[in-house]
């Protein structure tokens, strides 16, 4: 069964990068199978697709954050990472790392605050 767990600051000043890696269990991240999304929840609950990277690598970003958003591996360790500059409050949601939209990881939590 595959395992996501999200890791992270919960706390990022204004102006910062955010940093948030996802630990993947149960499959290879480079497996011939569905792509490594990231997906965050704001306060209000609603939900946003940020981008994704598939098994080969290839990334895709949404055009309201591609100026900010980096998503990247680590193949050795099968982690995935986000990371996304100039932070501001509008950035503070909860952080999903999610396969082919079946296997959603608990969730980590992000503040942006001075």
């Known amino acids: 069964q595959v395992q996501l767990q999200e890791s992270g600051p919960g706390l990022v000043k204004p102006s910062q990068t955010l940093s948030l890696t996802c630990t993947v269990s149960?499959?290879?991240?480079?497996?011939?199978?569905?792509?490594w999304h990231w997906i965050r929840q704001s306060p209000e609950k609603k939900l946003e697709w940020m981008g994704l990277?598939?098994?080969?690598?290839?990334?895709a970003y949404s055009r309201l954050l591609k100026n900010r958003i980096a998503i990247s591996r680590d193949t050795s360790k099968n982690q995935l990472t986000l990371q996304l500059t100039s932070v501001t409050p509008d950035d503070t949601a909860v952080y999903y790392c999610?396969?082919?939209?079946?296997?959603w990881g608990q969730g980590t939590q992000v503040t942006v605050s001075s």
């Open positions: 149960g499959e290879t991240i480079t497996a011939d199978s569905f792509g």
């Open positions: 990277i598939d098994p080969r690598g290839i990334t």
């Open positions: 999610v396969h082919g939209y079946h296997y």
